[in-house]
């Protein structure tokens, strides 16, 4: 005869499974290789999670084919809490539509969204002797030049090169874009006047843009950034109003995980990015931190798919 008090659990089989949960190791697989800014921040979150889960928290970089094999290898992992990705816009957002027979994954049917970890806004960059000395001379520049100011990236597709889409699509200027397989090489091309423009991420471009060996132009953010306090938004532009962009990495666990699961994830991951060390080290690579609802996130990365496949339609922009 079955007593009266074990049948919610019965139930419920998910909520047993959660609270057993974690009984092993947790792994955080990072889709590119260590030592950039996805490795950095997921190494700050991994220890406080470790401490406050009472379990092992293993980063595992697993870098190919633009974080998609490390992607898919996530989605079709165990939905038992215990392999979780540390995912991007460009795995997620824009590989679905710039490589699709490259992607044998649903970005959203796929993954349970948990917690976004951090942000990081662009910056448009030049050249220190182009001749423009703000946003708008720049963009009456490029409408005006016959053969478009150049602009590198760290390569076609990456949400880099989309954003030099926009704004040549919203201002009309003539931009050509120039992929960068090595990208400590464009600061170095941009210093020396092989390059007009760049598109950066803001870590790099800021401190070039203080020491003055480039010009600063705009941000993506929707409001100047303490580290170019000068330098406008994009948003600045009527063209651009209300414009905001940035790279970003979350994290997500494989369809069906158990929603209690997902829930205890998102809380302890958002109270280990608040704690104070946590924020000083994340300002330090020039890193904000982002709190989002699981509900907001999983919207937020619709909108970004939506956002992203009608400027590759537009440019057609493919790499298959």
Do not use: C
């Not at 132009?217 to 409001?223: E, G, L, Q």
């Not at 666990?253 to 104070?276: F, G, K, N, S, Y």
């Amino acid at each position: 005869m079955i007593h009266r008090r074990t049948l919610p659990l019965l139930a419920l089989p998910g909520l047993a499974q959660a609270q057993a949960w974690p009984s092993r190791p947790i792994t955080l697989v990072v889709p590119f290789a260590a030592g950039g800014n996805v490795d950095a921040v997921t190494r700050l979150l991994a220890p406080e999670l470790s401490r406050r889960l009472g379990q092992n928290v293993v980063v595992d970089n697993a870098p190919g084919a633009g974080g998609t094999i490390a992607t898919e290898r996530v989605a079709r992992a165990a939905p038992d809490g215990n392999t979780l990705l540390v995912a991007v816009e460009s795995t997620l957002a824009i590989a679905p539509f710039v490589t699709p027979s490259a992607v044998r994954y649903d970005p959203v049917a796929d993954f349970a969204p948990v917690a976004m970890l951090a942000t990081l806004p662009l910056a448009l960059v030049g050249r220190p002797d182009l001749p423009a000395a703000d946003l708008p001379a720049l963009i009456a520049l490029a409408r005006a030049s016959s053969a478009g100011l150049t602009y590198a990236t760290s390569g076609t597709g990456t949400s880099l090169h989309l954003l030099g889409e926009i704004i040549a699509a919203r201002t009309g200027a003539r931009l050509e874009h120039v992929p960068y397989r090595i990208t400590s090489q464009i600061p170095t091309d941009l210093m020396g006047g092989r390059l007009d423009l760049a598109i950066l991420a803001l870590t790099v471009a800021a401190p070039l843009v203080r020491e003055g060996r480039i010009k600063g132009f705009a941000v993506s953010a929707a409001n100047p950034h303490p580290a170019m306090p000068a330098v406008p938004p994009l948003a600045s532009l009527p063209a651009m109003a209300g414009f905001e962009m940035a790279v970003w990495q979350g994290i997500f666990a494989p369809a069906h995980t158990d929603a209690a699961i997902v829930e205890r994830l998102a809380a302890e991951i958002q109270m280990a990015m608040e704690e104070p060390e946590t924020q000083r080290r994340l300002a330090g690579i020039g890193m904000t931190g982002s709190q989002l609802s699981l509900a907001a996130l999983g919207r937020l990365l619709r909108a970004e798919m939506t956002r992203y496949e009608a400027v590759v339609r537009a440019a057609n922009i493919r790499l298959d």
